[in-house]
């Protein structure tokens, strides 16, 4: 059996969990998150927590177990506490700034690059550590809009500009070896 999926998820007050087959609604004070299931897993509410089961040790069913767990588990921290990503701006005259509720990107190109966040997700920038901050609730979107944000000018791996992760190890390449003399 899942060694992630026999655990159960605690659920931490002011969370309210709507469960009607395999449909799950969790609300919580940062937003409602709703998603359906797999039927081949059963999710049952038992003494506040909730519990996964499956009905068989079939291969499908297996890799459903521990995965629905961790979405639900997710779907609860999220709407409880949030999600955040970090990015780092590496190179000379890179920035970012903050136009309102926008991100404003002034990455090398001839034009900044203004990024709107969608519902749910909010941006914050630090400037003088170069830091870029993704929040949310939705760990799914919070991690596509970083992503969308790192693709803006990812790392390039001779000198490390661009943007990356914090912490994120850069692959770093060696230059052009000088020409050898006769």
């Known amino acids: 059996m899942s060694r992630v999926g026999r655990m159960p ?27 359906t299931f797999s039927p081949l897993v059963g999710i049952a509410m038992e003494n506040g927590q909730i519990v ?3 009905n068989s ?7 459903l177990h521990g995965t629905t767990r961790a979405v639900i588990a997710n779907m609860i921290h999220g709407v409880s506490a949030g999600f955040e990503r970090v990015l780092e701006i ?9 136009n309102g509720k926008n991100l404003v990107l002034n990455m090398g190109y001839s034009h900044p690059v203004e990024m709107v ?6 941006f914050d ?3 003088k ?15 596509q809009v970083a992503a969308n944000v790192r693709n803006v000018r990812p790392p390039e791996p001779f000198h490390g500009k ?15 070896a000088g020409k050898a003399a006769k």
């Open 57 to 63: 040790d079939l291969p499908a069913e297996r890799a």
């Open 129 to 143: 550590a170069r830091l870029v901050f993704v929040r949310g609730f939705d760990k799914e979107m919070v991690g």
């Open 9 to 35: 998820v605690e659920i931490p007050a002011g969370v309210q969990i709507d469960l009607k087959g395999s449909h799950v609604s969790v609300k919580g004070p940062k937003g409602e998150l709703n998603r």
């Open 117 to 122: 966040p969608p519902a749910g997700i909010t």
């Open 52 to 54: 996964i089961t499956r």
């Open 90 to 98: 590496e190179g000379v005259g890179y920035r970012a700034e903050m």
């Open 162 to 176: 661009g943007l990356h992760y914090q912490g994120e190890k850069i692959r770093r390449k060696a230059g052009k």
């Open 125 to 127: 920038v630090e400037t």
